[in-house]
């Protein structure tokens, strides 16, 4: 079937413009992967932060996601103004003025809505996507796309659910990097949570 051939979704675009839309959106991808796809209903695991560290090897901080009911991880590699954010909000630590993650926060509360999960989609070259569900208010709910820091920067400011697609478990598994993360320490996390 070609793309621009969904009848089920009433999608009546030339296959070439909506190849460009799903390149451009990868939630656009992801959702339509999984309605094509009706027996791979999207499993997804709720995980919780387990560390936020400092990697000297790539000079950038590594989000440790632990499943709750389980014992995958998943590390994320994100930068420094994500991590102080995430670190605030992990520290219960109130700044004078709100911050970009507490705006979007106070945007979401202000409009009525609510945030119900952030849904870490999927892995594109060494990329992570998520997306922020958003609950309208009346019932229906919308996704928004987003890098994982900042959409787990919001989940902890809401506190809403964290949940990773299982296949992006699945796709992260590399033995060099289960290695390092079985040889960490506790005093491997320092200061920052």
């Known amino acids: 079937m070609l793309l621009g051939q969904i009848d089920r ?57 632990k499943e709750i009911d389980g014992n995958n991880t998943l590390p994320i590699w994100i930068g420094k103004p994500e991590a102080d954010s995430i670190a605030l909000a ?17 945007v979401i509360h202000g409009m009525k809505m609510k945030v119900t999960k952030i849904v870490i989609t999927e892995i594109v070259d060494n990329t992570y996507y998520a997306g922020i569900y958003v609950d309208k208010g009346d019932g229906s709910e919308i996704s928004i796309d987003s890098r994982p820091s900042d959409a787990i920067a919001v989940a902890i400011r809401i506190n809403a659910p964290i949940f990773v697609d299982e296949h992006v478990i699945e796709h992260r598994n590399n033995d060099e990097l289960e290695d390092w993360l079985e040889k960490l320490k506790p005093e491997d996390f320092g200061n920052i949570m």
């Open 9 to 65: 979704t009433g999608i009546n675009t030339p296959d070439w413009q909506l190849s460009q839309m799903i390149e451009k959106f990868p939630m656009i991808r992801y959702h339509i992967y999984n309605f094509l796809n009706p027996e791979r209903y999207p499993v997804v695991r709720q995980m919780k932060i387990e560390g936020l560290l400092f990697d000297p090897r790539s000079n950038m901080y590594i989000l440790l996601l």
């Open 90 to 106: 992990l520290g219960k630590i109130v700044t004078p003025r709100p911050l970009t993650h507490d705006l979007i926060k106070n």
